[in-house]
């Protein structure tokens, strides 16, 4: 980027953080709201490893000034030092960069916080909460935990050409339409969840909407509903505006 990065680059080096550049290899338009650009990874997936839902920091411009946001990684080769990452498109510097982006273009990354630890006991069922932000990282999850059904709540569209990674013998999806600033995704899953929780021996809980959203919901369920912490993953992945 050619410029420092602000507080935000300052504390992730005092945090260790390691950085990287990818440079894009081709793109595709999933659907005029969602898109996929395929990187190499200059180094990073040798000296990182790969686990679940393992994200980046990228670093944008916005207004002349450094900006971050996290993605998943989509398919990491490490031996080819290669991967994908798919975007939901909509106002902002990232969607910006990613409708524009082409073979060539490279952008600048930072490697920190990122981790998956492997549920134990293994979830007799998963509880996934989502939405098109998330899509990459619940793809994830489900491969990694693959053995176990699971019941996914997604806000928005789940038939409009998202590239879902689910199997209809094993993974239950029911598409929620936001409403009421993600109230209505709230309501749903609280009117459904306990009834589900207590069907299942070792449940395991996965949060990931907007940032309000996984805060009601996660502490819904582990106050409420009495859920032990290590059997509940939470993580905002948007701010709603």
Known sequence: MGQGRGWEGAVLKLMRAKDYEFTVTGAEDVTPAFRRLHLT??????ATGVHPTMWVRLWFENAGRPHQRAYTLVDPDPAAGTFSMEFALHEGCASDWARAAKP??????????????????????VFA??????????????GALDEAPATVWFEG??????PFRTD???????????RDAGAHLVAQVKEALPALLGSTPDPYVWIAC????????????????????????????????
Do not use: C
């Not at 209809?168 to 936001?178: E, K, W």
């Open 41 to 46: 990874d200059g180094g990073m997936l040798a």
């Open 104 to 125: 060539g273009d490279t952008i600048e990354a930072t490697v920190q916080g990122t981790g998956f630890q492997t549920p134990d006991p293994a979830p007799s069922h």
């Open 129 to 142: 909460v989502a939405d098109p932000a998330s899509l990459p990282a619940l793809n994830s999850l489900l």
């Open 157 to 162: 569209g789940a038939d409009d050409g998202l």
């Open 168 to 178: 209809p013998a094993r993974h239950d999806v029911r598409a929620v339409p936001r």
């Open 210 to 241: 907007d940032t309000a959203t996984t805060r009601a919901l996660a502490s819904y369920v582990r106050k409420e509903l009495g859920l032990p912490k290590q059997r509940v993953n939470a993580l905002g992945y948007w701010r709603a505006t």
